[in-house]
């Protein structure tokens, strides 16, 4: 099955790729989540408008990434969550709310999609998460999660 990416799916590609999938991946899976659409000729030409929005909101450069990666190295991002006893909160930390508790300690604004966490944070203590910057720049930066009083 021909696709059109429309978000970055992992070990696959960026928005505006056309990619072969097996057909229960792309019908199953990518299509209904809103990952992908069907690929047509009318289709490819949306291609242009996703790669246009991606270059908006995508890290130039090498050296921007660089860049980047030095602010976030420097970071000391704390989180406060609801907890009960032992240290385990009610839910766990989404990537959403790491790039806030970011940008409210100074940092850059990043993309929640690019994000990648240790497995499920659901218990206070200090984690290191990665964000993929540039095809060849990844940073990592320790989060402290912490029980809210």
């Known amino acids: ?31 209904p989540q809103g990952f992908a659409i069907r690929w047509s000729k009318g289709a490819e030409k949306q291609v242009v408008v996703i790669k246009r929005a991606r270059e908006a909101r995508e890290i130039r450069d090498l050296g921007q990434a660089n860049e980047v990666k030095g602010q976030l190295s420097g970071l000391k991002v704390t989180l406060s969550a609801r907890s009960g006893t032992g240290g385990r909160l009610f839910g766990s930390i989404t990537p959403a709310e790491i790039v806030d508790a970011v940008k409210a300690a100074g940092g850059p604004s990043l993309d929640r999609r690019r994000l990648e966490l240790p497995g499920h944070i659901k218990t206070t203590g200090s984690y290191n998460v990665q964000v993929k910057l540039h095809p060849e720049v990844t940073a990592t930066f320790p989060v402290n999660v912490v029980a809210a009083k």
């Open 1 to 31: 099955m021909k696709i059109i990416l429309t978000q970055e799916v992992s070990g696959l590609g960026t928005p505006g790729d056309i990619v072969e999938v097996k057909n229960g991946y792309g019908r199953n899976y990518l299509l």
